[in-house]
Nanobody, 123 residues
Framework: QVQVVESGGGLVQAGGSLRLSCTTS????????MGWFRQAPSKEREGVAC????????YYADSVKGRFTISRGNDGNTLYLQMNSLKPEDTAMYYC????????????????WGQGTQVTVSS
């Protein structure tokens, strides 16, 4: 059984930073494409940042380029999303997903989702 677990969300002031973490069980994180998605109230879920299994390909939504960085831990068991210069419009539930179809200009959801971690950015 595949489990995906996110952590690290919270409340932060605009301009601040947060780092989200994601771990998996039942599905190796280091040999699969992985991604971060978010969903704000009344909006559709959108891909934020994704990384290929090799690490050679990354995708970032235009709205987060230059501010967010997706990476894997050195142990290969953790996925991170470093979020800097946060804005109120970044407020959303953030989800980690495994085995995501992706390329340099797209990242789509998969069947393997976590429960999400809330990020709230106050102005």
């Amino acid at each position: 059984q595949v489990q995906v677990v996110e952590s690290g969300g919270g409340l932060v002031q605009a301009g601040g930073s947060l780092r989200l973490s994601c771990t998996t069980s039942g599905l190796p994180l280091d040999v699969n494409n992985m991604g971060w998605f978010r969903q704000a109230p009344s909006k559709e879920r959108e891909g934020v940042a994704c990384v290929s299994w090799s690490g050679r390909t990354t995708y970032y939504a235009d709205s987060v380029k230059g501010r967010f960085t997706i990476s894997r831990g050195n142990d290969g068991n953790t996925l991170y999303l470093q979020m800097n210069s946060l804005k109120p419009e970044d407020t959303a539930m953030y989800y980690c997903a495994a085995k995501v179809p992706m390329g340099t200009d797209y990242c789509r959801g998969s069947d393997y989702w976590g429960q999400g971690t809330q990020v709230t950015v106050s102005s």
